[in-house]
């Protein structure tokens, strides 16, 4: 109703599954996601931009991902809330660079571009 909140979302970095168990390896090994190293990535927005509905539509904040901190905006592609609005689940997508979080691992070959998808459930407390 305050139309401001914050969201905090936290990722083990060893739990990333591809499905392809050879694949996971590489994804959670040194050259990549670095598991060993650092444990976990997280995103923290401290501003939301809500729409004329009051759902949470834009999450301006920081990605940290293998001790990097970038600023990163995710924003809903799409929204389901209760009719009360009291919680919210929502998908939200980001573009990033990999490589400005120290993921330089195939380029030029592999992108750098990549696109990040989170699905939350955003309540109202």
């Known amino acids: 109703a305050a139309g401001r909140g914050n ?32 444990p976990q990535a997280w995103f923290v927005a401290d501003r939301i931009t809500f729409d004329a509905a009051g759902r949470p539509r834009r999450l301006d904040g920081e990605l ?3 001790g990097a901190s970038r600023p990163l905006v995710l924003e809903a592609e799409r929204i389901d809330c209760t009719p009360d609005g009291a919680a919210c689940g929502a998908t939200y997508t980001a573009s ?30």
């Open 7 to 38: 969201v905090s979302v936290t990722v083990d970095t060893a739990s990333v599954s591809s499905g392809v168990p050879v694949l996971d390896r590489v994804l959670r090994g040194a050259q990549m996601l670095a598991s060993a190293e650092h």
């Open 64 to 66: 940290t991902l293998r």
């Open 96 to 125: 990033l660079r990999r490589s400005e979080h120290g993921i330089s691992f195939g380029l030029p070959f592999a992108a750098d571009q990549v696109r990040l998808v989170v699905h939350l459930l955003v309540r109202r407390d």
